[in-house]
């Protein structure tokens, strides 16, 4: 019984337009905000990686940028599923 309730939840969610990507559901349109606001963030988290880069071992500041880091491949990987764009930046 509770199978075949998992198994009509997840349809439903699918009609409505969600997706499983990374071990979450993801809104349809991969949440509420735009690619616009997403990629500004995402330039925001490469800008402060870049400022990290190098820094000392075991400090707060490479956990830090072990948790930005995490979180920029994640995105990367639902926003360009297929790598690199063609004639993209990057």
Request: charged residues 35%; glycine residues 12%.
């Amino acid at each position: 019984m509770i199978d075949k309730q998992w198994v009509a939840a997840i349809k439903k969610l699918e009609e409505l337009g969600y997706t499983f990507a990374e071990g979450e559901w993801m809104e349809p349109g991969h949440g509420a905000v735009g690619p616009k606001i997403t990629d500004t963030l995402h330039t925001l988290l490469v800008k402060r990686a870049d400022e990290l880069d190098g820094c000392t071992d075991g400090s707060d500041e490479e956990r830090e940028l072990a948790a930005i880091s995490d979180a920029i491949e994640a995105y990367e990987t639902v926003r360009w599923p297929k790598g690199r764009v063609e004639g993209g930046k990057g």
